[in-house]
């Protein structure tokens, strides 16, 4: 298996909702990351987590809750977002830190 | 912080060579990364440079110049479906302890007949 899995493909959520997005990997990867983008952006890193601990954290607002439940998955739970929050977001993996990523497909949110 | 300048768009002719120019400023230099981004996917990993000179692989090479703060994606026999976003993408070590990816705006390539 050499993909990352990215689960839902879109959402469309209110500002009230609590949603979650998820993202697996079975490649081994160590390292795993959180990207936003918006539309001619380039990537904007969230949150990196190395060996399962969150290693970086880009000063991104409370209501993006990150979790690493264990080295193949992680989520990304979402509480009280605001219209600009609606972007692709991208998962991706690397077998450390320090190696080259690999992206999922993304998932596209709307909040409305 | 960092600085990370690539053209925002090059045309090209299909079959031919293109060179797409990536300039970067950045402390804690640990790497260059070359992705590739077609509308609406994500981003495709190309090649990765830590030390200067050339890495090829296949239809394409990747060149880097540490000194300079400089490297270039070279396309070669260009196909139609080559046209994309290109993206610069460096990496640096944080004061804190960790490594960060930062991208550059991309560069979007149209390949034409």
């Known amino acids: 298996d050499t993909e990352v899995t990215q689960t839902p493909k879109h959402l469309v959520m209110g500002m009230t909702n609590k949603k979650s997005l998820k993202c697996e990997q079975h490649?081994?990867?160590?390292?795993m990351y959180w990207y936003k983008q918006k539309a001619k952006k380039p990537p904007e890193l969230m949150f990196v987590?190395?060996?399962?601990?969150?290693?970086i954290n880009e000063s991104v607002p409370s209501r993006f809750s990150p979790e690493c439940p264990n080295s193949s998955l992680l989520n990304l739970h979402l509480h009280a977002l605001q219209p600009e929050d609606s972007a692709l977001y991208l998962c991706a993996s690397s077998p450390d830190s320090r190696r080259e990523q690999y992206f999922g497909p993304g998932t596209r949110l709307t909040v409305t | 912080g960092q600085n990370i300048d690539q053209p925002t768009e090059m045309t090209a002719t299909e079959g031919a060579i293109v060179q797409i120019n990536c300039t970067y400023q950045?402390?804690?230099?640990?790497?260059l990364f070359w992705y590739q981004q077609h509308a609406g996917e994500a981003p495709t990993f190309l090649s990765y440079n830590v030390l200067d000179g050339l890495e090829e692989k296949g239809r394409f090479s990747s060149f880097l110049s540490r000194s300079k703060g400089y490297s270039y994606l070279l396309l070669k026999e260009l196909q139609m479906k080559d046209s994309a976003s290109y993206l610069c993408?460096?990496?640096?070590?944080?004061?804190?302890?960790?490594?960060?990816?930062?991208f550059g705006t991309g560069t979007q390539l149209k390949v034409e007949l």
């Open positions: 987590y190395s060996y399962e601990k969150l290693s």
């Open positions: 993408a460096v990496r640096a070590i944080l004061t804190g302890g960790g490594n960060k990816l930062t």
């Open positions: 490649m081994g990867h160590r390292a």
């Open positions: 950045t402390s804690g230099f640990n790497g």
